[in-house]
Structures are given as structure tokens and as C-alpha cells.
């Protein structure tokens, strides 16, 4: 595994770094920066400040922003856009769009871990139109279409 250095910024000193849980973790912890314990009740959603800003390496790189799967299958709280995008260029604080899809209301408390930020690689796509598409087994059959389950 290759480490890459990406150089953050704390914004707020209640900041925590970013961290890994475990030696094998493929995301690092992002943890909320509240004033006071937040209460989302269902459906309700909630922009969470971290505190931190990044700066990537370069236009190879993105820092993807998903929820952390403990508070998402024990409570429902997700990432209210599936995954956050953080360009290379961006440089403002992380902030985590935080929504309850559990039936109970969830407090989230100051410093609490509430989302993963993994670095990927990225590939810059030169989009060709063409008149027909190389064929495939599988063709245009979509939405479970592969019969597989």
C-alpha cells in the first residue's frame, strides 16, 4: 500500500485529525465539531462541520466522503448525498450532509466519528461520441437484468 501525504488544515480547535482505526482501515475517521449535541430526528438531515480542510496532492487524487456503516446500519445515519466528492482543487472545511433514515430520532454528539474519508485515484475521461458501441454479452440489460442474485 502506498502512502501519499495530504497536508490538512484545522479550522476550528476542537478539530480532531483524521485517523485510522486499524492498520488495515481503507478510510480515515472524520469526527463533527458541534458547539452542542445535535438531534436529527427521522428524515431529518444536517450539514456536520469537521473542522478540517485538505489540500490533495493533485488533480490524480479525490477524497471521498462515505458514512460510517456502524451508525448507518445501527441508526440510520447516512450520508444524505451517498457519497461526498471532494475535489483536488477544494479547499474549504469538510463538512459531512448527515441524514437520519432510522425510525428513531439520533443525537450526535461533539466529537463523535461520524463519517470515513478515503483518498482514491482519479481518471480524467476524454468523452468520444461514436455512432454504435462495442457489444457485450449483457448488451443494454439493466436493474437486475443479470439474473444473478
Not at 15 to 26: F, N, S, V
Not at 45 to 56: E, S
Not at 72 to 100: F, Q, T, W
Not at 128 to 141: C, F, M, N, W, Y
Request: glycine fraction near 10%; hydrophobic fraction near 45%.
Amino acid at each position: 500500500m502506498e502512502t501519499i501525504s495530504v497536508h490538512y488544515k484545522v479550522l476550528d480547535p476542537r478539530a480532531e485529525a483524521p485517523g485510522y482505526a486499524t492498520p488495515g482501515a481503507a478510510a480515515a475517521d472524520l469526527h463533527a465539531v458541534l458547539d452542542a449535541p445535535l438531534t436529527l430526528a427521522p428524515m431529518q438531515r444536517a450539514l456536520v462541520p469537521t473542522g478540517l480542510a485538505i489540500a490533495l496532492p493533485g488533480p490524480e487524487m479525490v477524497a471521498l466522503v462515505y458514512a460510517r456503516s456502524g451508525l448507518s446500519i445501527k441508526h440510520g445515519l447516512c450520508m444524505a448525498n451517498g457519497v461526498g466528492v471532494i475535489d483536488s482543487d477544494y479547499r474549504g472545511e469538510l463538512k459531512a450532509p448527515m441524514i437520519n433514515l432510522g425510525q428513531e430520532p439520533y443525537t450526535i454528539a461533539p466529537g463523535e466519528r461520524i463519517a470515513q474519508l478515503c483518498i482514491a485515484p482519479v481518471y480524467t475521461a476524454a468523452f468520444v461520441r461514436a455512432d454504435t458501441l462495442d457489444e457485450t454479452q449483457r448488451g443494454a440489460g439493466g436493474f437486475g437484468s443479470t439474473g444473478k442474485k
